[in-house]
C-alpha cells in the first residue's frame, strides 16, 4: 500500500537483493479480445512450455512498444503479459521477501505461483510486496505480471478508446509524446528482516555554515529495538550520531548541497545510516540514505537555496530512445548528465511524469535542480475520480522523492486546462494535498494558459509557463517574440505575485536542414527563434522575478503519428541519438556565460 515506505532497495548487512531484470517471456491479447489472458488463466500457465499463446522474448526493463517489426504491437491497446522464474534460496525462509518494481507502464497485476501478489494503478512510479507467504523456499518460483497501458478519462494520464471501422481499438490522447508501455525500469527480489526500517524522512536546515538534519524513522515489526542513526561524509568518517528514531543531527560546517556551478563541490552527498539493533545487542536492520543539507526558500521575486537566489538555466526532458523506448539505459541517462554538465545547464523538469529513480540520482550528485512533475498532462474534465486518482500519483510521487536534495519543486501537472472553472476547486484540492506532504517546498503547475483565462495561478508559490510564440502562434514571425513573451511572463507575476519561469520554449529542427534567411525547421531558424527568446529573458532578469528557463526540449523524442511530426518531436537541441544541433553549440554559450553572471 502507498501508506508504507517506498525506499529505493539497497543491499546491506541485512538486506539481500537479486535483480529480476533480463529477457522474460512475453504474450499480447488481442486487441478485441483483452481480456483473454484473464479468462484463460495465464497466470497459471506455464509460458516456456505451452503452445496454446504465443510466446516471445522481452527485455526488462524496456517498452515494449518498438523491438518487434510489427505495428500490431507497437499500436497495442489493452492487457500484455510478461513472465519468468526465479529461486529462492532456502536461506530466505523466515525473512521478509518483496517483489519490488521500479515502474510498470501503466497498470501491472502481479501473480507468483499462480497466487496474486499485488496490483498498481499508475504508471512511473515504484511499488512492492511481500510475497513471503507465497513463495517457494529453495526452489523454483514463477511471476507473471500483466501490463495494461489502456488510458480512460479518469486515468492519469489521460485517454481515449475507440474502434475503428476496421475493427481496430485505436488508444488517443492529448499530450503528443508516445504513450510507451511495459516494464520500464528495473524488478528486483529483496529481503528484510521481520523486523525493518520501513521509511525513511529527512528535512534539513542550516543556520550559517551550520547545518541541522531533522531525520524520523518508522519502524514495521518489533518495537523493543533501538536505533543508531549516523551521518557519514564523503570520505567514510562519521561526523555525528544519535540513539532516537526521531531527532536532529547536528553538523558544524556542513558541506552544503549546492547547484551545479554554483559553488567548486556541486551537490555534496552526506550517508545518512540507520541501524536497529535489538536488546542483546545485535544488529538486526541496516539502511543507507544518501542526503544533501541544503534549504529552499521562495518570495514573491525569488526562490533561494541556502539563501542564495537561483536562476533555472534548464530543460524539459523525457525519458525516451531508440528501441527500448522509455526503458531505463544506464549509457544514455549517464550521456545525458554528462552533455548536461558540458552545456553548463542546472536544472531540468522531470516532464510529463517522474524519472527513474538513478536518474534522481544522477542529478542529486551533480547539482541538478528538478522541478518534480506528476504523470498528470493536459488534464481535463475534472471528474471527482480524476482528482483522487491525481492525488494518489503526487502522494507516490512524493513519497518517494521527499528525501531527494535535487528535488526542488512539485509540479502538480503539464498543461491542464486551467480556463474552466471546474479546474479552480481541483487545483485548490490537488496544491492543499501537496502542502500536507510537504510544506518544504514551493508548489507549481506548467501553464499554457493565456494568465488571465486561468484559475490555478492563485494556489501556486511559482508560476511556470510554456509559450510557443514564432512556432505554434505566428509561426514563423520572429519579431512579434520578444514583445509577446514579456507580457505573458509579466503579467503572470502582476496577476499572483510570484517568480516566474518559462518552462517552455522552442521549435521544431531537422538536424541538417539548413536555410539562409532561416525558415521553420532550420538549424538556422532554432537559434534565430532562441535568441529572440533569450532577449526577452535577459530584459525581465533585469526586473527581477524571473528565475528561469527551460528549454523544449533536451532532445528530440518519439510522439504519436501525426502530420505535424516529423518521426517525433524535433525541438530538440541534442537529436534523440544525443548529438548536437547547431543551437546546443549557441546554449552552451549562453548557459555558461548565465553561470558566470550569478
Ligand atoms: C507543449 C507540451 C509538450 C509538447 C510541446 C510541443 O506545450 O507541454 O508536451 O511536446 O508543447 O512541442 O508541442
Not at 510466446?55 to 499500436?75: E, F, H, K, Q
Not at 518552462?503 to 541538417?512: I, K, R, S
Amino acid at each position: 500500500g502507498t501508506e508504507c515506505g517506498i525506499l529505493y532497495p539497497r543491499a546491506s548487512e541485512s538486506r539481500e537483493l537479486v535483480t529480476l531484470d533480463g529477457l522474460w517471456s512475453f504474450a499480447s491479447t488481442n486487441d478485441t479480445n483483452p481480456f483473454q489472458g484473464h479468462v484463460e488463466k495465464w497466470y497459471d500457465i506455464d509460458f516456456r512450455a505451452t503452445d496454446d499463446v504465443e510466446i516471445r522474448a522481452m527485455p526488462v526493463p524496456a517498452s515494449y512498444n518498438d523491438v518487434g517489426t510489427d505495428s500490431d504491437l507497437r499500436d497495442h491497446v489493452g492487457p500484455v503479459w510478461y513472465q519468468r522464474k526465479f529461486y529462492v534460496p532456502a536461506s530466505w525462509d523466515g525473512l521478509k521477501v518483496w517483489i519490488r518494481f521500479s515502474s510498470v507502464c501503466r497498470a501491472a497485476e502481479v501473480w507468483v505461483n499462480g497466487e496474486p501478489a499485488t496490483t498498481h494503478d499508475i504508471g512511473h512510479l515504484p511499488f512492492q510486496a511481500d510475497i513471503s507467504s507465497i513463495v517457494v523456499y529453495g526452489g523454483e518460483n514463477t511471476i507473471t505480471v500483466a501490463v495494461d497501458n489502456t488510458l480512460l478519462e479518469a486515468t492519469i494520464p489521460q485517454g481515449i478508446v475507440t474502434t475503428l471501422e476496421s475493427g481496430r481499438v485505436k488508444q488517443t490522447y492529448t499530450f503528443d509524446f508516445f504513450n510507451y508501455a511495459g516494464i520500464d525500469r528495473p524488478v528486483v527480489l529483496y529481503t528484510t528482516p521481520q523486523t525493518y526500517i520501513d521509511d525513511v524522512t529527512v528535512i534539513t536546515d542550516i543556520d550559517g555554515t551550520n547545518g541541522f538534519v531533522n531525520y524520523s524513522v518508522v519502524v514495521e515489526g518489533s518495537d523493543t529495538v533501538t536505533a543508531r542513526v549516523s551521518l557519514f561524509d564523503k570520505t567514510g568518517n562519521e561526523v555525528v550520531s544519535d540513539t532516537v528514531l526521531q531527532g536532529t543531527l547536528f553538523v558544524q560546517s556542513a558541506n552544503l548541497w549546492w547547484p551545479y556551478l554554483m559553488d567548486p563541490n556541486p551537490g555534496y552527498l552526506y550517508s545518512l545510516q540507520i541501524q536497529l539493533i535489538d536488546p542483546s545487542g545485535t544488529l538486526i536492520d541496516k539502511y543507507s540514505l544518501p542526503i544533501g543539507i541544503r534549504t529552499i526558500t521562495w518570495d514573491s521575486k525569488s526562490v533561494k537555496i541556502n539563501d542564495k537566489p537561483i536562476y533555472l538555466r534548464g530543460f524539459g526532458r523525457h525519458e525516451d530512445s531508440d528501441i527500448k523506448g522509455k526503458g531505463l539505459d544506464l549509457p544514455l541517462i549517464i550521456r545525458d548528465h554528462n552533455l548536461i554538465k558540458w552545456i553548463g545547464a542546472n536544472s531540468y523538469r522531470t516532464s510529463h511524469y517522474p524519472y527513474a529513480e538513478e536518474i534522481m540520482d544522477l542529478a542529486d550528485e551533480l547539482g541538478i535542480m528538478i522541478i518534480d512533475e506528476s504523470p498528470s498532462v493536459n488534464t481535463e474534465n475534472f471528474t471527482s475520480e480524476l482528482l483522487e486518482n491525481h492525488k494518489k500519483s503526487l502522494t507516490e510521487l512524493i513519497q518517494r522523492d521527499k528525501n531527494r536534495p535535487g528535488v526542488i519543486m512539485w509540479s502538480a501537472s503539464n498543461e491542464p486546462q486551467t480556463e474552466y472553472e471546474e479546474s479552480e476547486d481541483y487545483y485548490r484540492q490537488i496544491v492543499d494535498h501537496i502542502k500536507s506532504l510537504d510544506a518544504t517546498r514551493p508548489v507549481t503547475v506548467v501553464n499554457a494558459q493565456a494568465p488571465d483565462d486561468d484559475h490555478s495561478g492563485q494556489f501556486l508559490d511559482v508560476a511556470c509557463c510554456n509559450v510557443y510564440h514564432g512556432w505554434y502562434e505566428e509561426p514563423g514571425d520572429l519579431d512579434v517574440v520578444v514583445t509577446e513573451v514579456v507580457k505573458v511572463a509579466r503579467r503572470w507575476n502582476e496577476l499572483h505575485d510570484i517568480p516566474v519561469i518559462m518552462t517552455e520554449y522552442g521549435a521544431d529542427t531537422l538536424e541538417g536542414f539548413h536555410y539562409l534567411p532561416s525558415y521553420m525547421w532550420s538549424e538556422e531558424f532554432q537559434n534565430n527563434l532562441l535568441s529572440k527568446y533569450w532577449q526577452a529573458f535577459d530584459q525581465m532578469r533585469q526586473e527581477g522575478f524571473f528565475v528561469g528557463e527551460m528549454i523544449w526540449n533536451f532532445a528530440d523524442f518519439r510522439t504519436d503519428q501525426s502530420f505535424i511530426r516529423l518521426g517525433g518531436n524535433k525541438k530538440g537541441i541534442f537529436t534523440r541519438n544525443r548529438q548536437p544541433k547547431a543551437s546546443a553549440h549557441l546554449l552552451r554559450k549562453r548557459y555558461w556565460a548565465l553561470a558566470q553572471d550569478l
